[in-house]
């Protein structure tokens, strides 16, 4: 053989961890949109794999109250009244369910987190059972971050 080809093959490069593709196991009570839509959304040549993420949204901890406030003046305006606020037997907060996926290095301003963000309210909206969401934003600056509300779930875009 010539002295250019090497006698013993030449192992392959592997991918660092943090690319190598992991696989996602859902848990028992994950909603099907949501699962169809996290399989559409590993198919996206923009977004990196090892980052696609879903996950039962996690609830804040309560803040402080509102300071209470007397009423003043002669018509007595002012007074401090904090409403009635959200449920404090909410599991999640806001939403049950929270898909994180980011787009991949280099792409961020090049129109890469709008693509997504049409991507999946195409995704939701084509459906068999159609999710409602609320209409596009027309902003189209997304400064490294989108979110779409899809009501009992999120989708954050992140660059």
């Known amino acids: 053989s010539p ?8 192992h392959q ?5 943090h690319l190598t593709p992991k696989v996602q196991e859902f848990p028992p009570n994950l909603p099907d949109p949501i699962k169809q839509l996290y399989i559409n959304l590993t198919q996206s040549p923009l977004l990196e794999p090892s980052t696609l993420d879903v996950r039962e949204s996690i609830a804040p901890p309560p803040g402080l109250p509102l300071p209470k406030r007397a009423p003043q003046g002669r018509r007595k305006r002012g007074r401090t009244y904090a409403g009635e ?3 404090q037997d909410a ?16 792409t961020e301003n090049r129109g890469s987190i709008a693509a997504v963000v049409r991507s999946v309210r195409k995704t939701l909206l ?4 159609p999710i409602r969401l609320p209409p596009g934003s027309k902003r ?20």
Request: aromatic content about 10%.
């Open 3 to 10: 002295w250019f080809v090497d006698p013993e093959p030449v």
């Open 13 to 17: 490069k592997q991918a660092p961890p």
């Open 85 to 87: 606020g959200i449920d």
């Open 91 to 106: 599991v999640g907060g806001i939403w049950n369910w929270v898909v994180i996926a980011q787009v991949k290095e280099g």
């Open 126 to 129: 084509t459906m068999d059972t």
């Open 140 to 159: 189209r600056a997304h400064n490294g971050w989108a979110v779409v509300d899809a009501g009992n779930f999120a989708v954050h875009i992140l660059s």
